[in-house]
């Protein structure tokens, strides 16, 4: 292989991995809207039995997304943050329309971060008094974690309260292929010919 054919095979594996981290994040953000569209409206704002101090489901997608804000804001002030959710009055379509904004804005940070290092992401600040981190895969790590962490919590207060999701949805959102598709990619998760738009479009 020649030196320009290696720079060339560089430059397009940084790319995929461009695209795949962004497409990732966009994915995981559908797994939200499904779970907003198919919760029992009596759930938004509700409180399990015996525990005052827990979050509402409502107050959980709403810090989803100011959470998300703020590792914009911090971490890429160049690009638009979006206005954040008050949790107090933010209803389930407020709250689907903020999710797509805002992992519309992560999933351009994390393209911008995990590039050939040619945008203007260099470092990733999860919160004011964190140390920085070089931009990196554990940046998209980070940020899943913390999504999956919270989705846990909706699906177990929506259990609590007595309306569960049904079983298609709890095991829908672990069918990456068929979210992968419903974000607009033709392929699925590794397929080294899907290189999807950067957005989930009117999907969500």
């Known amino acids: 292989m020649t030196k320009r054919q290696t ?5 397009l594996g940084r790319a995929a991995v461009q695209i795949s981290a962004a497409q990732i994040f966009l994915v995981n953000d559908r797994m939200n809207q499904i779970l ?22 409502a107050a959980i997608f709403t ?4 959470v998300r804000c703020k590792w914009v804001r911090l971490t890429a002030p160049h690009l638009k943050v979006p206005r954040q959710l008050n949790r107090a009055h933010c209803t389930p379509q407020q709250a689907r329309a903020g999710l797509a904004e805002s992992a519309a804005r992560c999933a ?11 945008g203007r992401v260099e470092k990733f600040l999860r919160d004011g ?14 940020m899943l974690s913390h999504e999956a962490h919270h989705r846990g919590q ?20 672990w069918n990456w292929e068929k979210l992968w598709r419903e974000c607009g990619a033709p392929g699925g ?5 899907s290189h999807p738009p950067l957005c989930c479009g009117s999907k969500l």
């Open 108 to 118: 351009e940070m994390l393209a911008e971060a995990l590039g050939d290092g040619g």
């Open 63 to 66: 810090h989803m997304h100011n």
């Open 129 to 142: 008094w964190a140390r920085p981190w070089p931009a990196g895969p554990e940046m998209l790590c980070y």
């Open 189 to 193: 998760p590794g397929d080294a010919e």
């Open 154 to 173: 909706v699906c177990m207060l929506a259990h609590q309260l007595g309306f569960p999701l049904p079983i298609k949805v709890t095991s829908g959102i």
């Open 7 to 11: 720079k060339v095979h560089t430059q």
């Open 36 to 57: 907003i569209e198919h919760l029992d409206p009596a759930t938004w704002r509700a409180k399990p039995p015996g525990k005052n101090k827990a979050r509402t489901i």
